[in-house]
């Protein structure tokens, strides 16, 4: 389920104009853009929002980020697909979007939007309290075996990339995904409360949200869900390493809604890949520990539909749709 990072398909100018000529200051036409970060602050998108907000100052000015939490950003996505035809309005989006709109049988999904840009990547940590008996991933694996149902697991939004991650856990050690006993958060923060009261085994999160906590000391990491690793926390192995044939990556991206112009969704693009160049969302790249993933265009939208059709078979063989 990896995701390839792949350049960025659009050319524009620094002033965010396309190749039709609209610039992104004819398209808001005065009004200031609008961010929604459709899950509780502190979380990835949050994360990703206010740095966006950030990189987007010197280019379109003062914008504002707006989070509406719940239900793995399906809650947002319902709210945003009222602005159909804003172009101030952005989503910020991704994996955990598609799956939860599989997971919950929300009424909407991101056909329901303009996919513009995929920004990032993202892995996941598998991590446990300071205390945890659990030393490794080959303690976590006997531990699941032994008793499947007795190793709860702290994550996100139920059909989110965590419980994902989970349900594939189960079957690497040979069983019944729907016997997991995942919990489900609406955020990052709400996920480590849960995991740090006693009251889940592990919590998976994505590694930029729990790197502080795993510096801290606070949690330990057994294990992160790439093929290699990484240069954020180099001293966690990876699940493979661990003898589990399993790797997940997230990625995030932003939408605008349905039923704007083709000239102010290639405007919008042009700002937003424009906003990738910067300097300040290449620190924030470099800080947060995201990969780049930037793409743009016709192939982020055929990349967004074949996710939409991926994760649903996922979710059908890991028994969670």
């Known amino acids: 389920m990896a995701v390839v990072a792949t350049g960025a398909v659009v050319a524009t100018t620094p002033t965010g104009e ?14 200031q853009l609008r961010i929604m970060a459709p899950a509780a602050p502190g979380g990835g998108w949050d994360q990703t929002s206010r740095e966006m ?19 793995g950003g399906t809650i947002g996505l319902s709210q945003f697909v009222r602005f159909d035809g804003d172009p ?17 049988g929300s009424g909407h999904s991101l056909a329901d939007t303009t996919p513009l840009v995929r920004l990032t990547t993202d892995y996941q940590a598998i991590v446990v309290p300071a205390d945890s008996p659990l030393r490794d991933t080959a303690d976590l694996v006997a ?36 016997q997991v006993s995942y919990v489900a958060h609406s955020g990052g923060g709400e996920a480590l409360t849960t995991l740090l009261s006693g009251r889940a085994t592990i919590g998976i999160s994505g590694v930029s949200e729990i790197e502080p906590q795993i510096e801290a000391g606070t949690v330990r990491a057994l294990a992160v869900s790439s093929p290699e690793r990484l ?6 192995p990876t ?17 605008a809604p349905k039923g704007i112009s083709a000239e102010e969704e290639r405007a919008l693009e042009g700002l937003l890949l424009d906003m990738t160049r ?31 059709e991926r994760v649903s078979r996922v979710l059908d063989e890991i028994g969670l749709g």
């Open 18 to 31: 396309s190749h039709a000529g609209s610039t992104v200051q004819d398209v808001l036409g005065g009004e």
């Open 53 to 71: 907000q950030g990189a987007l100052r010197e280019l379109v000015g003062r914008t504002e980020v707006y989070n509406v939490a719940g239900a």
């Open 88 to 104: 101030t309005q952005l989503l910020t989006t991704g994996l955990i979007m598609v799956g939860a709109v599989k997971a919950n």
């Open 143 to 178: 531990a699941m075996r032994e008793d499947l149902p007795s190793v709860s697991i702290a994550g996100g939004s139920a059909g989110g990339v965590e419980q994902i991650l989970a349900g594939m856990l189960a079957k690497a050690v040979g069983g019944d995904p729907a």
């Open 231 to 236: 240069p954020a926390v180099p001293d966690v």
């Open 239 to 255: 699940l493979r390493e661990g003898g589990l044939d399993v790797e997940l990556q997230n990625w995030r991206g932003v939408a």
């Open 278 to 308: 910067t300097r300040e969302w290449r620190d924030a790249l470099e800080r947060r520990g995201w990969g780049d993933a930037t793409l743009a265009g016709p192939e982020f939208e055929d990349f967004v539909r074949s996710e939409q």
